[in-house]
């Protein structure tokens, strides 16, 4: 707890001064201007990741995680196949979804582009996959999940890695107006509290990050390591981008009905991966997992 509230509280103060660096670096430099377009709860999700990919390091010592191995980057198992396999089915089932919003009338394509800007949208596509893939389930299923994992057991740390996820992407999902001051960051995170209460808004978006956790932890547990869902997240990051590259929303109103359709991506995801590892691969003791032989993190 202590390691969640340093990183929410020391983002909430960094994000508005990085905010106001962005906006005098695109005035100085316009090659910055890229950067100075974000909005500002942009900055604060993105703060939160890297403070808290920075805290890992201690984080992992303090919880006597010595290994790769036991932060579930297990290079004994079949890598390249489980993150394979994880990709094209991820890609996969929501280009599938994608195909089906466009037949329901829930998406258009959008104009036709270039082919520099398909080029573009489809490189930028790739290194978000795989860094968005690697980074986030390093730090929700393999730091924290396992965190919870060998003290309480693993459904328990199934339920409190999820929540953990959807929160922090719900950040990306609130809008600030307000002033940037340095207490902006601490209200984005108020105002990302209460629209979680904010049932008919805000609902059908949260449930869907929930159900994207589970079948996350699900992978992490039933696979024994962290390539599946490495393959998977990296799969769902690469259709999205295609998704806002290639089609719009027809009607704001119709995000209600997509986001059916993703729960039901997921839970055909779900399925799959629960026949392909029929097995449990991931069962040791909880507070045995340390003593496993494997390369040193240090």
Known sequence: MLYLGGVLGVAALAAPWIYLLAQRLAEAWPVCEVLAHHPFRRYVSRCLMVLALAGLWPLLRSLRIRN?????????????????????VGVGLFLGLLLLSVFLDLREFSPVKSPGRVVGLLAGGVVSAGAVGILEEILFRGALYGMVRRVHGWWLAMGFSTVIYAVSHFLARVHWEGAIGWAAGFGVLGRSLRALLEVRGFLPEFLVLLAAGFVLAQARERSGSLWLPIGLHAGWVMGRKLADGFTEMVDPGAAFAESLLSVMMLVLTAVWVQWRHRTVLLRETPGDAHDEPGESLA
């Open 68 to 88: 790769w191995t036991d932060l579930g980057l297990d290079r004994s198992r079949p890598v390249a196949r489980e993150t394979g396999a994880g990709f094209t």
